[in-house]
């Protein structure tokens, strides 16, 4: 009888060990470079990573004054499908994700980024949506051609600032406004920035635009925990 509870003993010590052996980490399938570390980039259902195509590598050099280095550019599936028109034609529901030249290398704490995210906060005219909806919903007079403004800004992640701007644009004949949601991250103690693009419609565009800005970003985080 105690050989038998020695051998049911020794099988549960077994059956234990095997359950708690840690997790294999997954690989990242789609790393990229910033300065000496490597940034994880997360795969968007509906959405392509693009920013090595070479007509969306022209695109990024005629819109990209400061000479930033992009880390990452996510174009729907839709508008990936006509790439090779990509300058020359209007489109939204993209993302960029960047980081300053003059910040590769360096290091950040949450203080600094506390600091940057309230002179990017003071750096925009703020409107309480509620007071203006009515007035952009109307017509769009009320907003002035290449002049953001902020309507919102909340933080979806600790290591995150959000912002979310409304800036009407002239082009030809065409006008719209865009929602463009900035935030500023911080990732293995650097610091980058994504971007999301929206046209404004209603205020039910920005809800959604919002759900999947946080969407990206919080992936994003967790694939770079």
């Known amino acids: 009888m105690k050989k038998n509870t020695g051998i049911l003993v020794i099988i549960f010590i077994m059956i234990i060990g095997c359950s708690q052996n840690p997790k294999t980490k997954v690989e990242c399938e789609?790393?990229?470079?910033?300065?000496?570390?490597?940034?994880?980039?997360?795969?968007?259902?509906?959405?392509?990573?693009?920013?090595?195509?070479?007509?969306?590598?022209?695109r990024?050099?005629?819109?990209?004054?400061?000479?930033?280095?992009?880390?990452?550019?996510?174009?729907?599936?839709?508008t990936y499908k006509k790439v090779d028109k990509i300058s020359e034609i209007l489109y939204d529901d993209y993302f960029v994700i960047f980081s300053k030249s003059k910040s590769i290398g360096k290091k950040f704490v949450e203080s600094d980024l506390n600091m940057m995210?309230?002179?990017?906060?003071?750096?925009?005219?703020?409107?309480?949506?509620?007071?203006?909806?009515?007035?952009?919903?109307?017509?769009?007079?009320?907003?002035?051609?290449d002049t953001p403004i902020l309507i919102d800004s909340y933080i979806p992640a600790k290591q995150v600032r959000t912002f979310v701007l409304l800036m009407k644009f002239l082009s030809d004949?065409?006008?719209?406004?865009?929602i463009i949601i900035m935030n500023l991250v911080q990732i293995q103690e650097r610091f980058?920035?994504?971007?999301?693009?929206?046209?404004?419609?209603?205020?039910?565009?920005?809800?959604?635009?919002?759900?999947?800005?946080?969407?990206?970003?919080?992936?994003?985080?967790?694939?770079?925990?």
């Not at 990024?60 to 839709?78: G, H, T």
């Not at 906060?121 to 017509?139: A, F, L, M, P, Q």
């Not at 004949?173 to 865009?178: I, K, L, P, S």
């Open 60 to 78: 990024i050099s005629e819109s990209n004054p400061n000479k930033d280095s992009v880390l990452a550019y996510y174009l729907n599936d839709s």
């Open 173 to 178: 004949d065409n006008e719209w406004v865009q």
């Open 117 to 145: 995210a309230n002179l990017m906060e003071g750096s925009y005219i703020k409107e309480n949506w509620d007071d203006i909806k009515k007035k952009v919903e109307t017509n769009f007079d009320y907003l002035s051609v």
């Open 30 to 58: 789609n790393p990229v470079s910033l300065g000496d570390i490597k940034i994880c980039l997360p795969t968007i259902d509906g959405m392509t990573e693009c920013h090595t195509n070479v007509f969306v590598k022209k």
């Open 192 to 225: 980058i920035t994504a971007v999301y693009y929206k046209y404004y419609d209603t205020e039910e565009t920005i809800r959604k635009a919002k759900a999947k800005n946080d969407y990206v970003l919080l992936k994003l985080i967790d694939m770079n925990k």
